[in-house]
């Protein structure tokens, strides 16, 4: 009777669970209960963002609400936005000039210098263009909002954005093409309209001036991008700055292309390019010309045409026939993709500086043909201004306010064209780059679509 007791007593201890008892060997090791995301020693729930809301390309605002939502995502926060004439709290996050005295300590240097730094529990983003505070905002959101890591009362970091990507792709969009008349200044002088009051305001000689392409480009990434009036000598000086991620398209044409197509190589695949000059009286110096590729866009698998093209420049006022040199050569770029498209039923996109208004009729050609306008008929986002200003050695001025505020695209003279897109591609967002830092570098203006393949 015993011993079966004793058995009895052994299979309930088994059938409890083991509880091994700790024994102190030292200091608690435990890590500490998290109080929640700081800055400056303050929770993030007691921040407000507030944002300078005077730069023309609204990007202090666009940084503001990627903040926003990186702070909520990884923070758990939802942190209210404000612009920068609101009244003044004890704890803000700045982002640009906003007016504060707490702005203002980033002073000089290049223009895609940034800053971040804490100041009397205020936490200041600041850079020397809208494009480096937007720069600073990816690194705070990079280096600290997305490690859980609280910003200290001492933060003062430093940087430059001019090798960062910097504006993703909208959410959904999957290809990005971006167009460009970069002016084809090759001397070796500065000329004197660059100049006020003998201060240099800007180089353009293109050992500058390609850095600042760069730039461009490399904040920008693109999948595809058209240049014009790219000249053999600004090759030299900016393609070592962007390969082997960026391509230039080659053909078996041993002429020079001053209407090139570059491609991103980790991101899209080029299977057959055609240059064609537009030959005769109507192509200065041989400048006027296009350049089509047939792509594969590497993640989605899809194939899509990107045509670059720079069209006859003078006005009929001008030089008479300037207007049916153009729709001519308009009439060359539709055939050519027509001839495209009967082998390949893809997405057709046509970027350039066509030198002409949308109701002209090279433009017209096009519409007639089934082209739509990026500028009218992006779906969820367009930007329909000029895109233009003064840029000559005569100096350089930012864009008027009667070259912003054409709404609808219609005295444009650089379009981003696109046709065949139904049910295979969605021309999502049309945006032009409206930047003090790009008025001295062209007299156009950089502009690009965010699209999604289907």
Not at 2 to 29: F, R, V
Not at 250 to 279: C, G, M, R
Request: hydrophobic share 35%; glycine share 6%; aromatic share 10%.
């Amino acid at each position: 009777m015993k011993t079966k007791s004793l058995l009895l007593l052994a299979a309930l201890m088994s059938a409890i669970p083991a509880c091994e008892e700790k024994i102190p060997d030292g200091p608690n090791t435990e890590p500490p209960v998290e109080e929640g995301y700081k800055i400056a020693g303050t929770q993030i729930e007691d921040f407000r963002i507030v944002y300078d809301v005077d730069e023309t390309e609204g990007i202090c605002k666009d940084a503001a609400m990627a903040l926003r939502k990186a702070i909520k995502e990884y923070a758990q926060t939802d942190v209210q936005l404000y612009a920068h004439s609101s009244r003044e709290t004890e704890h803000e996050i700045l982002i640009g000039d906003c007016g504060r005295k707490e702005n203002g300590s980033l002073q000089d240097g290049d223009s895609f210098d940034w800053q971040l730094k804490c100041v009397n529990g205020k936490l200041c983003i600041e850079g020397r263009s809208n494009w480096a505070v937007m720069g600073a905002a990816k690194v705070l959101i990079d280096k600290y909002i997305s490690l859980n890591t609280n910003v200290p009362a001492d933060l003062e970091l430093k940087g430059s954005c001019r090798n960062a990507y910097i504006f993703d792709k909208p959410a959904g969009t999957n290809l990005r093409l971006l167009d460009y008349n970069i002016w084809a200044y090759d001397k070796s002088t500065i000329p004197a309209g660059f100049y006020a009051d003998g201060v240099l305001l800007y180089d353009p000689r293109n050992e500058n001036r390609s850095r600042d392409f760069a730039t461009v480009i490399k904040c920008t990434g693109p999948d595809v991008f058209a240049f014009q009036e790219y000249s053999s000598a600004m090759s030299e000086r900016l393609e070592p700055l962007i390969v082997p991620k960026y391509m230039r398209c080659i053909t078996s044409d041993s002429q020079w292309s001053w209407t090139p197509l570059f491609y991103n190589a980790t991101t899209v695949t080029p299977k057959k390019v055609i240059y064609k000059l537009f030959e005769g009286a109507w192509s200065n110096s041989n400048s006027k010309s296009f350049t089509a590729a047939l792509f594969t866009h590497k993640e989605s698998g899809k194939d899509f045409i990107a045509i670059g093209t720079h069209l006859w420049w003078k006005s009929e006022s001008a030089q008479a026939g300037s207007d049916n040199a153009r729709l001519e050569q308009a009439e060359l770029i539709i055939a050519q993709a027509r001839e495209m498209l009967g082998s390949y039923d893809v997405p057709v996109f046509v970027m350039g500086d066509m030198n002409c208004k949308h109701a002209s009729s090279a433009i017209q050609a096009f519409v007639a043909d089934g082209y739509k306008s990026a500028a009218k008929d992006a779906s969820e986002k367009k930007d329909g201004s000029r895109g233009y200003h003064s840029c000559s050695e005569n100096g350089f001025a930012a864009e008027t306010e009667e070259q912003l505020k054409d709404v609808n695209g219609d005295t444009a003279i650089d379009h981003i064209l696109f046709k065949n897109c139904e049910n295979k591609a969605d021309v999502r967002y049309y945006t032009i780059i409206h930047s003090s830092f790009t008025y001295p570098m062209s007299d156009h203006a950089p502009r690009y679509v965010d699209v999604t393949l289907r």
